[in-house]
């Protein structure tokens, strides 16, 4: 069961915290921001390096002409890395917060690109920094059109959480009323370029129930004192975010939520500590501790905790709780339905559409806009106005390219560097982020045949498009042409990549939260039903998928747990 190593367990005082959390970024982040700030004494475990704010962004203040190869990646580095180089944002400039292939193999019986970045404050660092509020439709929905089970929770449930994650998070927006988008804690907005002011006006002309708004992005536009108690300042428009930001203008484990959890004197970082398992006392019917690998030395440690909050990132978080087997759960810690790893979903984001257009010339923008302006669901809200369920985000942006495409061809000298520094033309694009169906067919599972280096089971994932998929995405792609032709572009093109799952880095699911035992591995606390001292509150309690991004509604049913978490220790009932 365990590897064929001797476990370390002398000191067990010295191994003991009031909370354990598995995992360091942004979910993770929150539980030991929250955790700590009851006065919880706190063990983070995480399997990647130590990172520090601002000491450890190599390339944060580095010109293009500093790398060598101006943030380029190697075609030798992509073909020793076919998976993580093809992940968003992927480059010479950040290819340090990315994990290497051959070092994390895991089987893909069907296409899924996992990508992973294993590091204190994990993907934070790297992330897109969208936080876009569910509505109560998302909350509805799969119960409602018969594609999910039901929610335990509603959105008035999680309002006041959300409202806590974005005060001391720092999300920018405008308070646009919209019904399928609530409105948040939002700081000033970005601006809307000329371009896309000109799209919103057109949408708002033709259509009444669609609405593109200013982005909704974790980046503090204007620092409130909470922001400069973290030591964060304003963001600079410089969008080199997945560099680490040495200003904190964007929201990251790294530069908010742990340091702050530090200052508490109740945090323990351990980094390299690879999970192998939660381990479970038969006795006490609860989780007692942790057993863990040291990712140089393979030394195994068990350390201990009242309670145990398992933010390992979706899949990991699923990995961990299948490899947790004991007398009492000999499939996976908590999985007495066998539903365990099962109900994987993803984000659907294969199409765009690009176009150019006519005009607006004489104008420019300011600063390089780290943001998106989003266009809100208004597929299916409340009832089903398709030939599929579920909805879809749009997220757009306009801009200039670059260069007097004529005065280049002819150009030399001085004259060839004006015409290719000259402004060009105005494009615009549009893409999807769209809810896929939980199916018990998408799963992982581990493999009963090959291990890791740390002598833990492979991940095999087993996730694939269905026919719903299919139809949102003709959908997007007519509705999103169709929008950009009202509003007057031209050469509209469309795309679907047939990209893989798991690009989207938006994985959710297996060990969801119901009100059912027999179909949820999760209570409305976010805690495993079999063994209530273990809260599970990453993308793998995911219910259903939404169509908003995950991260806010992560930080949200964390800090929710977590003070349900205190409450019930008060109480002794954990």
């Given at each position: 069961?365990?590897?064929?190593?001797?476990?370390?367990?002398?000191?067990?005082?010295?191994?003991?915290?009031?909370?354990?959390?598995?995992?360091?970024?942004?979910?993770?982040?929150?539980?030991?921001?929250?955790?700590?700030?009851?006065?919880?004494?706190?063990?983070?475990?995480?399997?990647?390096?130590?990172?520090?704010?601002?000491?450890?962004?190599?390339?944060?203040?580095?010109?293009?002409?500093?790398?060598?190869?101006?943030?380029?990646?190697?075609?030798?580095?992509?073909?020793?890395?076919?998976?993580?180089?093809?992940?968003?944002?992927?480059?010479?400039?950040?290819?340090?917060?990315?994990?290497?292939?051959?070092?994390?193999?895991?089987?893909?019986?069907?296409?899924?690109?996992?990508?992973?970045?294993?590091?204190?404050?994990?993907?934070?660092?790297?992330?897109?920094?969208?936080?876009?509020?569910?509505?109560?439709?998302?909350?509805?929905?799969?119960?409602?059109?018969?594609?999910?089970?039901?929610?335990?929770?509603?959105?008035?449930?999680?309002?006041?959480?959300?409202?806590?994650?974005?005060?001391?998070?720092?999300?920018?927006?405008?308070?646009?009323?919209?019904?399928?988008?609530?409105?948040?804690?939002?700081?000033?907005?970005?601006?809307l370029n000329c371009v896309e002011s000109h799209i919103q006006q057109s949408i708002k002309k033709h259509y009444s129930d669609r609405h593109l708004v200013q982005a909704r992005w974790a980046h503090v536009t204007q620092p409130q004192?909470?922001?400069?108690?973290?030591?964060?300042?304003?963001?600079?428009?410089?969008?080199?975010?997945?560099?680490?930001?040495?200003?904190?203008?964007?929201?990251?484990?790294?530069?908010?939520?742990?340091?702050?959890?530090?200052?508490?004197?109740?945090?323990?970082?351990?980094?390299?500590?690879?999970?192998?398992?939660?381990?479970?006392?038969?006795?006490?019917?609860?989780?007692?501790?942790?057993?863990?690998?040291?990712?140089?030395?393979?030394?195994?440690?068990?350390?201990?905790?009242?309670?145990?909050?398992?933010?390992?990132?979706?899949?990991?978080?699923?990995?961990?709780?299948?490899?947790?087997?004991?007398?009492?759960?000999?499939?996976?810690?908590?999985?007495?339905?066998?539903?365990?790893?099962?109900?994987?979903?993803?984000?659907?984001?294969?199409?765009?559409?690009?176009?150019?257009?006519?005009?607006?010339?004489?104008?420019?923008?300011?600063?390089?806009?780290?943001?998106?302006?989003?266009?809100?669901?208004?597929r299916n809200l409340g009832k089903l106005d398709t030939d599929y369920v579920g909805g879809y985000t749009t997220f757009m942006g306009a801009y200039r390219t670059r260069g007097n495409e004529q005065a280049v061809e002819t150009a030399?000298?001085?004259?060839?560097?004006?015409?290719?520094?000259?402004?060009?033309?105005?494009?615009?694009?549009?893409?999807?982020?769209?809810?896929?169906?939980?199916?018990?067919?998408?799963?992982?599972?581990?493999?009963?045949?090959?291990?890791?280096?740390?002598?833990?089971?492979?991940?095999?994932?087993?996730?694939?498009?269905?026919?719903?998929?299919?139809?949102?995405?003709?959908?997007?792609?007519?509705?999103?042409?169709?929008?950009?032709?009202?509003?007057?572009?031209?050469?509209?093109?469309?795309?679907?990549?047939?990209?893989?799952?798991?690009?989207?880095?938006?994985?959710?699911?297996?060990?969801?939260?119901?009100?059912?035992?027999?179909?949820?591995?999760?209570?409305?606390?976010?805690?495993?039903?079999?063994?209530?001292?273990?809260?599970?509150?990453?993308?793998?309690?995911?219910?259903?998928?939404?169509?908003?991004?995950?991260?806010?509604?992560?930080m949200a049913l964390t800090a929710r747990a977590v003070n349900h978490a205190v409450q019930e220790m008060k109480r002794q009932n954990l």
């Amino acid at each position: 069961m365990y590897p064929d190593f001797n476990i370390n367990t002398s000191g067990t005082h010295e191994h003991t915290y009031d909370a354990i959390v598995i995992g360091s970024g942004i979910s993770g982040g929150w539980a030991a921001k929250e955790l700590c700030d009851h006065g919880l004494k706190t063990l983070v475990l995480e399997r990647g390096r130590n990172i520090v704010h601002n000491k450890d962004y190599p390339t944060a203040n580095k010109h293009p002409w500093e790398l060598p190869h101006r943030g380029r990646v190697t075609q030798e580095y992509k073909q020793e890395n076919p998976l993580i180089s093809k992940a968003a944002g992927f480059g010479e400039d950040n290819i340090h917060f990315f994990i290497q292939d051959k070092d994390h193999p895991y089987i893909q019986e069907k296409p899924f690109d996992w990508i992973r970045g294993y590091q204190v404050g994990g993907k934070s660092i790297i992330w897109g920094r969208a936080c876009q509020r569910w509505s109560k439709y998302e909350f509805a929905a799969p119960a409602k059109f018969g594609y999910g089970i039901a929610w335990p929770i509603g959105y008035d449930d999680i309002a006041p959480w959300y409202s806590h994650v974005e005060k001391f998070a720092g999300v920018c927006g405008n308070a646009d009323g919209i019904e399928a988008m609530p409105d948040g804690e939002f700081l000033p907005p970005f601006d809307l370029n000329c371009v896309e002011s000109h799209i919103q006006q057109s949408i708002k002309k033709h259509y009444s129930d669609r609405h593109l708004v200013q982005a909704r992005w974790a980046h503090v536009t204007q620092p409130q004192e909470i922001h400069l108690q973290q030591g964060r300042a304003k963001c600079q428009a410089r969008n080199l975010c997945m560099r680490g930001c040495p200003y904190g203008g964007y929201f990251s484990s790294v530069s908010s939520t742990l340091p702050w959890a530090q200052k508490t004197g109740n945090l323990t970082i351990q980094p390299h500590a690879v999970v192998h398992s939660i381990i479970f006392d038969e006795q006490k019917n609860k989780a007692r501790g942790v057993r863990v690998i040291d990712a140089n030395t393979h030394e195994a440690t068990e350390y201990f905790a009242r309670i145990i909050f398992v933010n390992a990132s979706a899949l990991n978080s699923n990995l961990i709780l299948l490899n947790s087997t004991s007398n009492r759960f000999p499939a996976g810690l908590g999985n007495d339905n066998g539903l365990l790893g099962k109900y994987i979903a993803f984000h659907n984001y294969r199409a765009s559409v690009s176009a150019a257009i006519d005009g607006f010339e004489d104008q420019y923008y300011y600063g390089r806009n780290p943001t998106e302006p989003i266009i809100a669901n208004y597929r299916n809200l409340g009832k089903l106005d398709t030939d599929y369920v579920g909805g879809y985000t749009t997220f757009m942006g306009a801009y200039r390219t670059r260069g007097n495409e004529q005065a280049v061809e002819t150009a030399c000298g001085a004259a060839l560097k004006d015409a290719v520094a000259a402004p060009g033309g105005w494009r615009t694009y549009m893409y999807m982020q769209g809810e896929t169906i939980p199916k018990e067919s998408n799963h992982v599972r581990l493999s009963a045949t090959e291990k890791d280096q740390w002598g833990i089971p492979l991940l095999v994932t087993s996730v694939g498009y269905d026919d719903n998929d299919e139809k949102m995405v003709k959908d997007f792609i007519t509705q999103s042409s169709e929008m950009l032709e009202k509003a007057g572009c031209k050469d509209i093109a469309s795309y679907d990549t047939h990209q893989p799952p798991g690009l989207d880095i938006h994985e959710m699911g297996g060990c969801r939260m119901g009100k059912d035992k027999k179909t949820s591995l999760l209570n409305e606390w976010n805690q495993l039903h079999a063994c209530r001292n273990v809260f599970v509150t990453d993308g793998a309690c995911m219910t259903s998928t939404g169509n908003q991004s995950p991260s806010i509604l992560y930080m949200a049913l964390t800090a929710r747990a977590v003070n349900h978490a205190v409450q019930e220790m008060k109480r002794q009932n954990l």
